[in-house]
């Protein structure tokens, strides 16, 4: 088999063996960048419903990538010759939440809008009744198909806000801290290997790498700019688990639409709702979720997936990645954390943010912890960051 059966020359991906070096080369395409169409004009979401913008219907958004497109070359300076470690500066040893690692509460992230709408506009829809009426008459006049209509029978519980994310209970296990052994850990300094190896990339679905502008079609979404790429790099490079707190059979409607058949296989675990340990009231209510990763690392189908399993080494802070757009999420294990900005459904959306996780995840791949590493150098992106 040779590297350009991975879809792209420069690499070959192992699997629970030595990591080969990734040379110049870049799995992701330049994209050509349309013009910024909102997913959400007027409240109503562009997968197959009415555009009241253009008073046309359509079905969704261009697809992220482009056909015959030659190749980019990847970052000037491949994983294995990063100089990483240079110009760290001194953090101090972390602290409990208490004393500061969080900002402030836990559920600082509200599904609720900042600003009430205006008095003369209704709570239920966010649309004037004047723009209703005029929005059904050109439906009307262009004799377009009834579903694509923006005005539902029960325009209240279609437009309804959601409800807050309220703390979990305790019988689900309440609002986790790090524990000191962890903070402990990631107090140390980084240490660059000598080359990189397999790590364990947990990779959220929903805001992370897609956006669902219905959420009772779990299979209709907008993908992220590079998702697919990400996804099969990360896939036939290292080890991965996806971890979403939508239902299970919503995951896997995500995944199926989003993964080929191929890559499903590859997988090591894909998780939902059901493992968070929620209580029942809990699970059918919204709940801040916590993802432990603990608990991950604990699981014997993914523990036996360590390259040194049969020495009895499992996955752990030292070579684990979270890649997820809520820190709050991450609350149990912050320096394992790749936070990126929630992907609202904008197909040029600026940064290209996983083209940078992309090498973030590179990076992170050479650390003898990867937890002290964060701690020292989180993740950030680049405003000006571009691909050659």
Known sequence: MSAGDFGYPGY????????????????YQQQPQPQLQPQAQYGFDAMGRYN???????????????????????????????????????????????????????????????NPPPNN??????????????????????????????????????????????????????????????????????????????????????????????????????????AREFLNYCIRTFTVTIWSSARPDNVE????????????????????????????SDYNSRVQCYKRLSVLWNSPLVSCTHPDAKKGVTWSQKDTVLVDDSLEKARTEPYNLIQVPDFEGYSNEPAYVLPQVHNYINECSQQADISTYMRATPFKLRDDFVLH
């Not at 990483?84 to 004393?99: E, N, V």
């Not at 209240?156 to 850990?185: C, M, N, W």
Request: hydrophobic share 30%.
């Open 12 to 27: 070959q991906p192992v699997r629970n063996g030595p990591y080969t070096p990734i040379t110049n080369f870049f799995p």
């Open 253 to 280: 409607n995500m995944c199926k639409t989003l993964l080929t058949p191929e890559l499903r296989a590859k997988v090591v675990a894909v998780w939902g709702r059901d493992r968070f340990g929620l209580s029942t």
């Open 52 to 114: 009241l913008r253009s008073s046309q219907a359509h079905t969704a958004l261009p697809q992220n990538t482009p056909a015959n497109t030659p190749p980019n070359p990847y970052f000037n300076t491949p994983p294995n010759a990063t100089p990483f470690g240079a110009g760290i500066p001194h953090h101090p040893t972390p602290t409990p939440f208490a004393s500061g690692i969080f900002p402030s509460s836990s559920h600082e992230k509200s599904a609720l809008p900042q």
């Open 121 to 226: 506009v209704p709570p239920s829809s966010g649309v004037s009744p004047a723009l209703l009426q005029e929005t059904s008459t050109e439906l009307a006049r262009s004799g377009a198909p009834e579903h694509y209509s923006p005005i539902r029978r029960s325009p209240v519980r279609q437009f309804r806000a959601r409800d807050q994310i309220v703390a979990p209970s305790k019988e689900s296990g309440g609002v986790p801290d790090p524990t000191a052994l962890y903070l402990a850990h990631a107090s140390y300094p980084p240490l660059l290997l000598p080359r990189p190896r397999n790590i364990l990339v947990v990779i959220d679905l929903n805001g992370t790498l897609l956006y669902r502008p219905n959420k009772r079609q779990p299979s209709t979404f907008i993908m992220r700019p590079y």
